[in-house]
Structure formats: C-alpha cells, structure tokens
C-alpha cells in the first residue's frame, strides 16, 4: 500500500492503466476525479484568500515622485474593443518597485484623487494572498488598497467582492459537474 503512494509508483500506475485500460475506465479512474478535485482546490483556496484581512497586506507609505495614467485594457462591445480601461502607475519615493492600480469603470475620483507630492499609502498583496486568490496570474504588482492622507480611495473589500462572481462560476460548475457525472454512471 505504501509503495502505491510513492510519485515513481503512481506514474508506473497511471502510464500501466492508460495503455491497458479502456478509455472511458481510465477516464472514471483517474480524469473526472482529478477535474473535481481540481476545481474543489481553486474554490477552497478562493474561499481562503476572501478571510484576509486588511492588517495581512504589505503596507507601504511614501510620497508620490511619479504617476502615470496608461491605459490598461480595452472594454468589448459587440466583438470590438471600445471604450479603454485605465491603469495609474504610482511609483513612491521609498519604494524599490512601481504599483499599479486598476481604475473600475475609469472612475474619475480615483484618477484625480492625488498627484505628485501628495503622502500615500498603499496596500499590495503578499505573495501567498496571489497565490490562494489566483492574481498570480494577472499582469504586474497591483495594489489591494490606497489611502490618500488617511482617506481610503480604493478599497480592499471592493477587491475582494470582485472575486465572488468566479467563486460562484466554480461552485455552478463543479455542482453541475457532480451532477451530470451522477447521471453518467447511473446510466452505465
């Protein structure tokens, strides 16, 4: 039983079952259970990364020496890209590295809402917080929440609400999945 858990023993399994088992054994064996539990590890780390706190984030304090607004996507209306999406590239006077911060709906209060000179706080995610919330795979460092003089501009919770609807996404889709894998092996 213990030699079944070892990697080399479990590769020797998997490479013996594909070359002899029939395809659609193999597949209930090894495929479908591995997809669920897959989907079931993005969903719990997900789940995870929506308890951190505010008081978890890297906390950096400087005053603003650059900001720049590029325009970070474009938004699709009817197969074609319209209307852009904004990104403000703060770098601090303390800071090694530049932060960029999305703009929602090009949200005039946040692209006019400090300048060059103006004390800033901002808040980016450790890395474990991207690694659970899956924003390792986005583009660059993003800032999780900004303070200007005390006064929160964009906000950690507003973040974090946008990951509901993917959640939500992967608990239709693995429920769907369980239930239609029910039905296939009811019919077998």
């Keep these: 039983m213990l030699n079944s858990l070892k990697p ?8 013996k079952d594909f070359k002899t088992l029939p395809r659609d054994r193999f597949s209930r064996k090894y495929l479908i259970d591995m997809f669920i539990v897959i989907i079931g590890l993005l969903l719990l780390m997900q789940l995870a990364a929506q308890l951190f706190p505010v008081s978890c984030l890297d906390k950096v304090t400087g005053v603003v020496v650059d900001r720049r607004v590029t325009i970070g996507s474009y938004r699709m209306y009817h197969k074609r890209a319209t209307l852009p999406n904004y990104s403000l590239k703060v770098v601090l006077n303390n800071s090694t590295a530049a932060c960029e911060i999305e703009v929602k709906d090009n949200d005039p209060a946040l692209l006019t809402a400090f300048r060059k000179g103006d004390t800033l706080t901002i808040y980016s995610p450790p890395a474990i917080y991207q690694i659970l919330s899956l924003e390792g795979l986005e583009y660059g460092k993003r800032a ?21 609807p993917f959640m939500g996404v992967l608990t239709a889709g693995l429920l769907l999945f369980c239930y239609f894998l029910r039905d296939w092996y009811k019919n077998r």
């Design 144 to 164: 999780s929440q900004v303070e200007v003089r005390q006064h929160i501009v964009y906000s950690f919770a507003g973040h974090k609400r946008e990951a509901w």
């Design 8 to 15: 080399g023993a479990l590769i020797a399994t998997i490479k």
